[in-house]
């Protein structure tokens, strides 16, 4: 296990509601970062969260939000869900942001919108 | 846009066998290139990973083949085992961060 720690594990949601998913990274990582996984295919890169601030953005709509809390874990929220939404969101910590540092990947949440 | 292409889809190969997956890129400032294993239900995890500066790393039974100039990259898993059944990613992200782009992966089934 890579104590990487993601709540909860499957979500049933209507369009229009929230989400929002948690994320506990792993002991001594400062940086966490959020992927979503559509069904059979790979993850694709949110964002990333480096010492509670934002450390680069991918191609997600604002509705896409999050926070880093000072112990390091971390939220993904999402507004106004679509049925596109539905997927598996991975959370990843890391001990730092240089590029060949390791991220281990939490076991994700399933989200499922109806 | 699809920064990392991946091939094939799926595999199959029989217990022992070599089994190849291919990986193709496009932006030349990508600086780091891991492969990761995904079983049902659980994330991905790193297996191996190469920079563009070696042509070639070998941690077991996995090696990484990488050519810069034709801007590929690949797997080989020899001797391959039923527990390697699995989905492969392959990745790349720039030398500015962690911020990985993820290929589409590839379902491979190991035969006993």
């Known amino acids: 296990e890579t104590g990487v720690t993601q709540s909860p594990t499957h979500l049933i949601k209507t369009r229009g509601q929230q989400v929002t998913l948690r994320c506990s990274s792993q002991s001594g990582h400062n940086t966490v970062s959020w992927y979503q996984q559509a069904l059979g295919q790979g993850p694709q890169f949110i964002f990333q969260?480096?010492?509670?601030?934002?450390?680069g953005r991918g191609n997600f709509p604002p509705r896409f939000s999050g926070l880093q809390f000072p112990n390091y874990s971390s939220e993904l929220n999402v507004n106004a869900l679509e049925l596109d939404d539905s997927a598996l969101y991975l959370c990843?910590?890391?001990?730092?942001?240089?590029?060949?540092?390791?991220?281990?990947f939490g076991q994700g949440t399933r989200l499922t919108v109806v | 846009q699809q920064q990392v292409k991946q091939s094939p889809q799926s595999l199959i190969v029989q217990k022992g066998g070599i089994s190849i997956i291919n990986c193709a890129y496009e932006n030349t400032a990508f600086d780091y290139f891991p492969w990761y294993q995904q079983f049902p239900g659980k994330g991905p995890a790193l297996l191996i990973a190469i920079r563009p500066d070696v042509s070639e790393k070998k941690e077991g039974r996995f090696t990484i083949s990488f050519n810069k100039s034709a801007k590929q990259f690949s797997l080989h898993i020899m001797d391959s085992q039923p527990g390697d059944s699995a989905t492969y990613f392959c990745?790349?992200?720039?030398?500015?961060?962690?911020?990985?782009?993820f290929g589409t992966g590839t379902s491979l089934t190991v035969i006993p």
């Open positions: 990745a790349a992200s720039f030398n500015t961060g962690n911020q990985f782009y």
């Open positions: 990843a910590s890391s001990p730092g942001t240089r590029a060949n540092t390791e991220a281990f």
């Open positions: 969260y480096y010492r509670e601030e934002e450390n």
